[in-house]
């Protein structure tokens, strides 16, 4: 078992990380280059990261100990945990330029002391960068693999606002490494801290490939609901729902993701699906699976904005309000939010946009409000981005109004109308020649 850990890197894991850590009753020291978010954190403990289950493991006794330099943090570290950022290049594929950054200076200390580290890689990397790129980094620097240092890629699956459950109940823990030592290390210590857990030991390039299998494949399950979706719209007595529940009673399926609603988004499946189109062009392999997969996710986000030409053209609505904008509930992340793009599309069209978010506290190109009621007193309709708890007082609003509900969360007898599903637009549907003219122009725009 590891008496002393180092976490480099606080942010939206890194933090949760360093806490989850601490459970284990070892010395977690931390660090991270934001000095902003490091005093933040010190003084309200990850409160901005609405993240369940966080405050239990802030008050577990066992705090974090934030140092200014990395070779202060990583002094008396056994095992090191990376989890910072790789950002995606232009090409699809992930930068390993911060991690390299802080290998650098991993190495200076390693040499200074002459002490051996475990160096455990969180953070998603391309595949082949392990050995390819950061094993060559540490040996340029005049050490020695599985000697003087010790790798392990060890991603963690985890979706923002529910960090901490997924990290407290892993369906299994991925493990890459090259060396014994320290798989069985990083083995023990993961046997002290679960009961029983499902550790799966690979080669480097085989981590790093099933880590990004296993997203690209929740794309598909998303991708396959809304082509399902498709399929179902145009038949009055064919309910997506209950066809797409049906389907994942099959325990070959499972209900997991099957589910009718809006494309994948976020900051990683979007990004793991290119990643994975990379990887397969710089190794010659036939790979039409990524972009079909794109194909239907671009296709429903499309469906999106002519519904909401439609709406304007044939129903005359001037207003639009959301009940919520980030791409999911409990997180203040929106990258590549399809929520986002709608209002992009909406302010292009001149209509007025009203949001409710709880989670964010960044500034859009729409009017943020504060009650369900105003939202519902400003908007002719509200879409709901996504489940969540805290939007369902708007069922106790007594004025009706219309809600564009693609999760089939609230009950028809409350409302004026709801809709699910773009067959329930036709009603104001005619034929408009422009509507696509207006979707390419758009795009065109925003790209």
Same mark, same amino acid.
């Given at each position: 078992?590891?008496r002393?850990?180092?976490?480099?890197?606080?942010? #939206?894991?890194?933090?949760?990380?360093?806490?989850?850590?601490?459970s284990?009753?070892?010395k977690?020291?931390c660090?991270?280059?934001?000095?902003?978010?490091?005093?933040?954190?010190?003084?309200?403990?990850?409160?901005?990261? @609405?993240? &369940?289950?966080?405050?239990?493991l802030?008050?577990?006794?066992?705090? !974090?100990?934030? @140092?200014?330099?990395i070779?202060?943090?990583?002094?008396d570290?056994?095992?090191?945990?990376?989890?910072?950022?790789t950002?995606?290049?232009?090409?699809?594929?992930?930068? *390993? /330029?911060?991690?390299? $950054?802080?290998?650098?200076?991993?190495?200076?200390?390693?040499?200074? $002391?002459?002490?051996?580290?475990?160096?455990?890689?969180?953070?998603?990397?391309?595949?082949?960068?392990? /050995?390819?790129?950061?094993?060559?980094?540490? /040996? *340029?620097?005049?050490?020695?693999?599985?000697?003087?240092?010790?790798?392990?890629?060890?991603?963690?699956?985890?979706?923002?606002?529910?960090?901490?459950?997924?990290?407290? /109940?892993?369906?299994?823990?991925?493990?890459?490494?090259?060396?014994?030592?320290?798989?069985?290390?990083?083995? #023990?210590?993961?046997?002290?801290?679960?009961?029983?857990?499902?550790?799966?030991?690979?080669?480097?390039?085989?981590?790093?490939?099933t880590?990004?299998l296993?997203? =690209?494949?929740?794309?598909?399950?998303?991708?396959?609901?809304?082509? %399902?979706?498709? &399929?179902?719209?145009?038949?009055?007595?064919?309910?997506?729902?209950?066809?797409?529940?049906? %389907?994942?009673?099959?325990?070959?399926?499972?209900?997991?993701?099957?589910?009718?609603?809006?494309?994948?988004?976020?900051p990683?499946?979007?990004?793991?699906?290119?990643?994975?189109?990379?990887?397969?062009?710089?190794?010659?392999?036939?790979?039409?699976?990524?972009?079909?997969?794109?194909?239907?996710?671009?296709? =429903?986000?499309?469906?999106?904005?002519k519904?909401?030409?439609?709406?304007?053209?044939? @129903?005359?609505?001037?207003?639009?309000?959301?009940?919520?904008?980030?791409?999911?509930?409990?997180?203040?992340?929106?990258e590549?939010?399809?929520?986002? #793009?709608?209002?992009?599309?909406?302010?292009?069209?001149?209509?007025?946009?009203?949001?409710?978010?709880?989670y964010?506290?960044?500034?859009?190109?729409?009017?943020? %409000?504060?009650?369900f009621?105003?939202?519902?007193?400003?908007?002719?309709?509200?879409?709901?981005?996504?489940?969540?708890?805290?939007?369902?007082?708007?069922?106790?609003?007594?004025?009706? #109004?219309? &809600?564009?509900? !693609?999760?089939?969360?609230?009950?028809d007898?409350?409302?004026?109308? &709801?809709f699910?599903k773009?067959?329930?637009?036709?009603?104001?549907? =005619?034929?408009?020649?422009?509507?696509?003219?207006?979707?390419? $122009?758009?795009?065109?725009?925003?790209?």
């Amino acid at each position: 078992m590891f008496r002393n850990i180092a976490v480099i890197g606080l942010g #939206k894991l890194g933090y949760p990380m360093a806490q989850f850590l601490s459970s284990s009753g070892a010395k977690i020291n931390c660090y991270d280059n934001n000095k902003n978010l490091v005093d933040d954190l010190k003084k309200n403990h990850g409160d901005h990261l @609405h993240e &369940i289950g966080l405050q239990n493991l802030v008050n577990n006794n066992n705090d !974090l100990i934030f @140092h200014n330099s990395i070779a202060d943090c990583i002094c008396d570290a056994e095992i090191i945990y990376i989890t910072v950022p790789t950002p995606s290049k232009l090409d699809g594929s992930f930068s *390993n /330029e911060i991690i390299i $950054q802080i290998l650098a200076e991993v190495a200076d200390t390693i040499k200074k $002391q002459k002490k051996s580290k475990i160096i455990n890689i969180n953070s998603t990397v391309q595949p082949g960068s392990i /050995e390819g790129e950061i094993i060559p980094l540490l /040996e *340029n620097q005049g050490l020695k693999n599985n000697s003087d240092f010790y790798i392990l890629y060890n991603p963690y699956f985890v979706a923002l606002g529910s960090v901490i459950r997924n990290l407290e /109940e892993p369906d299994y823990l991925l493990i890459g490494s090259s060396s014994i030592y320290a798989a069985k290390k990083i083995t #023990k210590f993961y046997n002290s801290l679960y009961k029983n857990p499902k550790i799966r030991l690979l080669k480097f390039k085989e981590a790093e490939l099933t880590k990004l299998l296993v997203n =690209t494949y929740l794309t598909t399950k998303i991708s396959y609901s809304n082509f %399902v979706k498709e &399929i179902c719209k145009n038949f009055d007595d064919i309910s997506d729902l209950r066809v797409l529940e049906s %389907v994942g009673l099959d325990k070959r399926i499972g209900t997991k993701f099957m589910l009718p609603g809006g494309p994948y988004s976020g900051p990683c499946l979007p990004r793991d699906n290119l990643s994975l189109k990379k990887f397969c062009l710089d190794n010659n392999i036939q790979n039409s699976f990524s972009d079909e997969v794109q194909k239907i996710n671009n296709i =429903t986000i499309e469906n999106l904005y002519k519904i909401i030409s439609t709406l304007k053209n044939n @129903h005359k609505i001037k207003s639009f309000g959301f009940l919520g904008l980030g791409y999911k509930s409990n997180t203040q992340c929106f990258e590549e939010s399809y929520s986002i #793009k709608m209002m992009n599309f909406l302010r292009s069209l001149n209509i007025d946009v009203f949001y409710y978010d709880p989670y964010l506290s960044e500034k859009f190109n729409a009017t943020k %409000v504060i009650t369900f009621e105003e939202l519902t007193s400003k908007s002719d309709i509200i879409f709901l981005s996504y489940i969540d708890q805290h939007f369902n007082p708007i069922i106790q609003i007594k004025q009706k #109004k219309n &809600i564009w509900d !693609l999760w089939y969360h609230f009950s028809d007898s409350r409302f004026n109308k &709801i809709f699910h599903k773009e067959s329930d637009f036709k009603i104001f549907t =005619t034929k408009e020649p422009d509507i696509n003219q207006k979707i390419v $122009q758009f795009k065109k725009k925003v790209s």
